[in-house]
């Protein structure tokens, strides 16, 4: 759902770690859902997406899981880097209605 | 092929002022949404478009604030009298239409003094 008004939970990892950023969604009609990367003072970037029929999806580095049960995204990214540091959001899509989750800041440290 | 484009990409303006704020999005979309986003904060969704029509507006504050996107020219998002509260960055973005990836512009930030 909306997160207005919300402060962004963070999440701070190692550099070469895996992370691991968590999304509830709201709407269990959503059929579509994308992860966005958002640096400081920059639009949010796409990085990956999966369709509902679809519980796992994997990209350059990042896998997106998806479990309908108990509509959850999750994001995980391998070996992270310093480039990674962001705001990451989630958003869910149902019939070209999309609306983002609240938001994670993920800090690497070196 | 240019992505979505924003502009201005920063804009000051004084309290009952008014503000607009252009869009264009990628060659060949024709669904437009913006966002309102506050410092620290998600993105608000506020309205989705399609080519001179308003699909969903239910994120739109109801006085002040309008949006269009003309069968020609960017989508443009108004907002009459500003206050100091709608300081905010606004981004807009755009797909060509459904369950297709939605790509977003650099935002306008608007700051009210």
């Known amino acids: 759902g909306e997160s207005v008004g919300l402060h962004l939970p963070t999440l701070s990892v190692q550099e070469g770690d895996n992370s691991i950023i968590n999304c509830a969604y709201s709407?269990?009609?959503?059929?579509?859902f994308i992860w966005y990367k958002q640096e400081s003072g920059k639009g949010p970037q796409f990085i990956i997406d999966?369709?509902?029929?679809?519980d796992k999806r994997q990209g350059q580095r990042v896998t997106v899981l998806l479990n309908k049960t108990v509509k959850h995204l999750s994001l995980q990214i391998a070996a992270t880097q310093p480039g990674d540091s962001a705001v990451y959001f989630c958003?869910?899509?149902?019939?070209?209605?999309?609306?983002f989750g609240a938001g994670t800041r993920l800090t690497v440290k070196p | 092929n240019a992505g979505v484009m924003q502009n201005p990409r920063h804009l000051v303006r004084r309290r009952g002022q008014e503000a607009r704020l252009r869009c264009s999005p990628m060659?060949?979309?024709?669904?437009v949404y913006w966002y309102r986003q506050l410092p620290e904060e998600g993105l608000k969704f506020m309205v989705y478009?399609?080519?001179?029509?308003?699909?969903?507006e239910s994120g739109m504050p109801k006085e002040r604030f309008s949006a269009e996107f003309p069968k020609e020219g960017p989508s443009i998002l108004r907002i009459q009298q500003v206050v100091r509260g709608d300081s905010a960055a606004y981004f807009c973005?755009?797909?060509?239409?459904?369950?297709?990836?939605?790509?977003f512009g650099e935002g306008s930030w608007l700051t009210v003094v």
């Open positions: 973005a755009s797909s060509s239409g459904t369950r297709n990836t939605i790509y």
């Open positions: 709407n269990s009609a959503s059929d579509y």
């Open positions: 999966i369709r509902s029929n679809m």
């Open positions: 958003a869910e899509i149902n019939n070209n209605d999309m609306r």
């Open positions: 060659k060949g979309h024709s669904h």
């Open positions: 478009l399609q080519k001179e029509n308003i699909i969903d």
